[in-house]
């Protein structure tokens, strides 16, 4: 049987990535487009720019494609053939069928989550390979996620399941883009960061520099996001029982920084029955997470098809 290779791409606020991978997830083209929301006259030129894209991978390609991926930000539909729900961003993309608008005949173009596409990175080509039931949380300018369970990506009702970000974890806190108050998003995003540090911080990079070099304010607010932090993954883990979870995201540079106090308050508050532990890794893919893993999901749905 020959092997499959598939196009992925990431619709992004800010670029459009785009990566041609086989079956193994091995990247053999990449590309990287800015996003234009608007340009007098255009229209949406972002969708435009999507389909110069795989026109370009597909013309690099010296193999058939089978199957193309788009994640995007915002809940797909039931057959996960558009984005069903995106208020306020990327205006016309909100069941916008771009298996029509690509027009590639035979090829099946499916869309998912971009939060659920890098879980999808991870489970097939990355950190949580080889694992059935995965837990990932996204960490930058917001807190996304996804949910692996017996192999399988878990969309839910609405396709909305794996916004992890908006689970609460203080009732009396500030209420996020869902009304929840005090949500693990609230508690670390990027977004969120100028009103938690009063004014004084505007990214995540600056805090933890000024963290490292001894400002007390700094480190105590690093420190109190990264135990907000635990609290949510302990959470999730007395929710969902995962073999593993990822972490990806921006937030994830800060590296040792992340990890060893998120170990020691996980040792404060994870529950673990019979001194069973579940570890936490950071993902393998960074930039390219969502395009990967939108042209694995793609691929999975090519598994039970003849060649």
């Avoid at 399941?161 to 998003?185: D, S």
Wanted: aromatic share 8%; net charge negative.
């Amino acid at each position: 049987m020959a092997e499959r290779n598939a196009i992925g791409i990431d619709l992004g606020g800010t670029n459009i990535k785009g990566v041609l991978i086989d079956e193994k997830g091995t990247i053999s083209e990449r590309m990287e487009l800015p996003t234009k929301e608007s340009d007098e006259g255009e229209g949406e030129p972002w969708k435009q720019t999507v389909r110069e894209m795989v026109d370009e991978l597909r013309y690099r390609s010296s193999e058939n494609i089978s199957a193309v991926g788009l994640a995007a930000p915002g809940i797909a539909d039931e057959s996960n053939r558009s984005i069903a729900c995106m208020p306020g961003r990327l205006q016309g993309l909100e069941y916008f069928y771009w298996d029509d608008f690509l027009a590639l005949e035979e090829i099946p173009v499916k869309v998912l989550n971009d939060a659920q596409a890098a879980l999808i990175a991870e489970s097939s080509f990355g950190a949580a390979k080889g694992f059935r039931h995965v837990v990932m949380l996204t960490l930058g300018t917001g807190v996304g996620g996804g949910i692996l369970i017996n192999g399988e990506l878990y969309q839910g009702h609405f396709q909305r399941a794996g916004h992890l970000g908006h689970i609460c974890l203080n009732e009396k806190g500030y209420r996020g883009i869902t009304g929840m108050p005090g949500t693990l998003e609230e508690a670390i995003g990027n977004a969120s960061l100028e009103r938690r540090s009063n004014g004084k911080y505007l990214s995540t990079d600056i805090l933890l520099n000024d963290a490292q070099n001894g400002d007390l304010f700094a480190s105590w607010l690093w420190l109190d996001s990264v135990r907000n932090l635990a609290l949510g993954i302990g959470s999730l883990i007395n929710a969902f029982a995962p073999e593993l979870v990822i972490l990806g995201g921006g937030i994830t540079r800060a590296g040792e920084d992340l990890i060893k106090p998120l170990e020691r308050f996980l040792d404060d508050v994870e529950w673990r029955p019979a001194g069973v532990k579940t570890p936490v890794r950071q993902a393998r893919f960074q930039n390219d997470a969502g395009a990967i893993g939108a042209a694995g999901f793609a691929l999975s749905f090519l598994k039970q098809k003849p060649e």
